[in-house]
């Protein structure tokens, strides 16, 4: 049963969400969208982007961040290293990249959207592109080409991680 606040609205609280290593990840789950979440996923940004397929309705209750770390409960709203270094992923090449791997994208150093890497398509002759699962900010999951979608500043500016050490980052926890 939802609780509603004093207006009549599901309050933001945020969920106990840790890393593999028990570190605290700071999230938040709000049920608004607000004007500044709505204009990274206009139906312009979308159109823009004609590669890029709608997989959802918007949802305010996560982020990208959320749906690549949370499983779509939470907004994570944390710096995303830490969480990467705990939870055992490493960093590989574009080549290597495969189903299920992360591709983080970076803007000026900072992390400015993550998604899972789905497969690869092919576009002329033998050169190849990403394909990515997505959520635009907290509008829609999207299924999108690496390039397509508003977060892309450069194929210098993306990243790719794949889960390497979870074994090793159990041991670590285990009593």
């Known amino acids: 049963m939802l609780i509603l606040d004093q207006s009549g609205q599901v ?3 945020p969920l106990g969400l840790v890393t593999r290593l028990g570190k605290v990840i700071d999230n938040i789950q709000s049920w608004q969208l ?4 709505w204009n990274p996923i206009s139906a312009e940004a979308i159109r823009s982007h004609p590669n890029a397929r709608r997989l959802s309705e918007a949802c305010p ?4 961040h959320g ?3 949370a499983s779509r409960r939470t907004a994570v709203t944390q710096e995303l290293q830490p969480i990467l270094d705990d939870d055992g992923y490493s960093e590989i090449r574009e ?6 791997d992360l591709a983080v994208y970076y803007e000026d150093g900072e992390v400015t ?4 890497v789905i497969g690869r398509e092919k576009l002329i002759g033998s050169v190849t592109s990403v394909r ?3 959520k635009w900010n907290r509008g829609p999951e999207m299924s999108h080409l690496l390039q397509e979608c508003p ?5 210098d500016n993306i990243k790719f991680y794949r889960m390497t050490e979870w074994r090793e980052s159990w041991r670590n926890i285990a009593p």
């Not at 959207?113 to 899972?116: I, L």
């Open 11 to 13: 309050p933001d609280k």
């Open 95 to 100: 080549g290597e990249a495969r189903e299920g």
């Open 132 to 134: 990515v699962w997505s």
């Open 113 to 116: 959207h993550t998604g899972f």
């Open 61 to 64: 209750v996560y982020n990208c």
């Open 34 to 37: 607000t004007t500044l979440d």
């Open 67 to 69: 749906l690549t770390f």
């Open 151 to 155: 977060y892309f500043r450069g194929e």
